[in-house]
T-cell receptor
Framework: EPEVTQTPSHQVTQMGQEVILRCVPISNHLYFYWYRQILGQKVEFLVSFYNNEISEKSEIFDDQFSVERPDGSNFTLKIRSTKLEDSAMYFC????????????FGSGTRLTVV | QKEVEQNSGPLSVPEGAIASLNCTYSDRGSQSFFWYRQYSGKSPELIMFIYSNGDKEDGRFTAQLNKASQYVSLLIRDSQPSDSATYLCAVVDIGGSGGSNYKLTFGKGTLLTVNP
């Protein structure tokens, strides 16, 4: 049983449309992250989220991206106006505490922008 | 720009052999190191973490860390076809905001194929 569930598992959207990717951690995690992986490339950091605010964001995370945890459970990534180059696997990751003990990744959402 | 470098492979070993995966990192201040396994189309799965110099063993897996050489490796003993996957090396980056971040920087991964 996955500790972190992501929905949807696969989404196809037209360029310019908004998409919302959801992450549902089961345990009581404190730190939340979004990463993405373009096909054949490395896993890249997008944004970190702690105490209901963004801790750090990468250059990729521009004004088209936003994150929130509206109900204290779901952690969402919104892309306001998708571009072809947003096509990638998007992973939510969580961490409970010590940086030494690793991060658990969600099951991933494959986003295809056409 | 903090970098994590891995040989992309593919690395091909026969079943039962030892697979050796290597990783170097550029930030001498890095403190924690992780090995993830990623099957095609799936999410990264944590195999091991290490933060002290030396070896750390867990079953068939041994992680080795040499901070002076900025080098971390993963050995897989008695390799099985089910070990065939891409192995990702990741390093914790404290980041600009300090203690609440600790984001991961990944290498591109090494594709391992274990032949029956």
């Amino acid at each position: 049983e996955p500790e972190v569930t992501q929905t949807p598992s696969h989404q196809v959207t037209q360029m310019g449309q908004e998409v919302i990717l959801r992450c549902v951690p089961i345990s009581n995690h404190l730190y939340f992250y979004w990463y993405r992986q373009i096909l054949g490339q490395k896993v890249e950091f997008l944004v970190s989220f702690y105490n209901n605010e963004i801790s750090e964001k990468s250059e990729i995370f521009d004004d088209q991206f936003s994150v929130e945890r509206p109900d204290g459970s779901n952690f969402t990534l919104k892309i306001r106006s998708t571009k072809l180059e947003d096509s990638a696997m998007y992973f939510c990751a969580v961490r409970t505490g010590s940086r030494h003990y690793g991060y658990t990744f969600g099951s991933g959402t494959r986003l295809t922008v056409v | 720009q903090k970098e994590v470098e891995q040989n992309s492979g593919p690395l091909s070993v026969p079943e039962g052999a030892i697979a050796s995966l290597n990783c170097t990192y550029s930030d001498r201040g890095s403190q924690s190191f992780f090995w993830y396994r990623q099957y095609s189309g799936k999410s990264p799965e944590l195999i091991m973490f290490i933060y002290s110099n030396g070896d750390k063993e867990d079953g068939r897996f041994t992680a080795q860390l040499n901070k002076a050489s900025q080098y971390v490796s993963l050995l897989i003993r008695d390799s099985q076809p089910s070990d065939s996957a891409t192995y990702l090396c990741a390093v914790v980056d404290i980041g600009g905001s300090g203690g609440s971040n600790y984001k991961l920087t990944f290498g591109k991964g090494t594709l391992l194929t274990v032949n029956p």
